[in-house]
């Protein structure tokens, strides 16, 4: 890996963070800079649209990270119950058991084009993913679909309850009621 991808990365990890902590319009490029250590100008020749790009680029480092460890569970082949495994054991890393922010929550708010439309596509192959998961488990299409979207609120719902109350057993406990229930043919 050459210096510049290894110090865009670094960047890219403390940015996401965050953004995650603080949405687009809490973090200031003071803030940026603290954080990742560069001045302005370093910052503007990593990324030069400002702060937008680096939204982007966030989103685009979300969505990769996805890609590796949700997305490939999701749409891959295996049994359903290991793959749901595999894609709740992911997002309670990626969550800090219920300690972290949704990136995906606080990207959604900002009038940022290009962040909003990554949120809206990572929402969408949320939704279809866990959709076909519930199909592969047996759920005719209707009921797939709905238990699909039910569980993307509720894992999204209880990170924000779970920021709110300071709570992370919150989302552990939804993360907990998916594993067991949510393949399960009622």
Known sequence: MSGERSTREGILLNLLEEFRECGFDGVSLARIS?????GRASLYHHFPGGKGEMAE?????AADWLEDHVFVSLDGPGEPEARLAEVLAAFNAFYGEGTKSCLLDVMALRNQPGARASVKRIFQRLVHGFERL??????????ARQRA???IVAIQGSLIVARGLE????????????????????
């Open 34 to 38: 603290e954080v990742t250590g560069l």
């Open 57 to 61: 680029a966030v989103m685009a480092l």
């Open 134 to 143: 519930a199909l592969d488990a047996g759920h005719p299409p209707e009921a």
């Open 149 to 151: 979207e039910a569980a």
């Open 167 to 186: 709570a992370p057993d919150v989302f552990l406990r939804v993360i907990e009621s998916l594993r067991r229930d949510y393949l399960r043919i009622v």
